[in-house]
C-alpha cells in the first residue's frame, strides 16, 4: 500500500522559514511528478509547486521568488523549502504524488505563519 507522510509542518512567525518533507512508502515506482498544494481555512485546496522526474519545475505565483521545490528521486522523497512566510501561507499542507491515472495523498501537515 502505497502511503505518503509529510513531515516539517508548525508555527512560526511572519518572514521565517520552515522546510517540509514528504517521503513515500510501499511503492515500487517512481512517481512521474510530485507536488504540494495547500489548503486554508474555508478554502479550495490549490497547487503550491510540483517536481517532474526530469527536475522541471511548476511553482504558483503567490508563492514564486520564496518557495523552492526539490526531490530525491531514488528515494521518492520531496521537499519544500519555504522563505520569506507571510501570513497568507498559513493552511495544511499536502503532498502528492502521481504515476499515470494514479493520485496518491499523504494526510496533511499544518503550517501556521503568525503575524
Known amino acids: 500500500q502505497v502511503q505518503l507522510v509529510e513531515s516539517g509542518g508548525g508555527l512560526v512567525q511572519a518572514g521565517g522559514p520552515l522546510r517540509l518533507s514528504c517521503a513515500a512508502s510501499?511503492?515500487?515506482?517512481?512517481?512521474?511528478?510530485m507536488g504540494w498544494y495547500r489548503q486554508a481555512p474555508g478554502q479550495q485546496r490549490e497547487i503550491v509547486a510540483d517536481?517532474?522526474?526530469?527536475?522541471?519545475?511548476n511553482v504558483g505565483d503567490s508563492v514564486k521568488g520564496r518557495f523552492t521545490i526539490s526531490r530525491d528521486g531514488s528515494k521518492n522523497t520531496v521537499y519544500l523549502q519555504m522563505n520569506n512566510l507571510k501570513p497568507e501561507d498559513t493552511g495544511v499542507y499536502y503532498c502528492?504524488?502521481?504515476?499515470?491515472?494514479?493520485?496518491?495523498w499523504g494526510k496533511g501537515t499544518l503550517v501556521t505563519v503568525s503575524s
Open positions: 502528492k504524488g502521481s504515476r499515470a491515472e494514479w493520485n496518491f
Open positions: 510501499g511503492s515500487s515506482f517512481s512517481f512521474s511528478v
Open positions: 517536481i517532474r522526474t526530469g527536475g522541471g519545475t
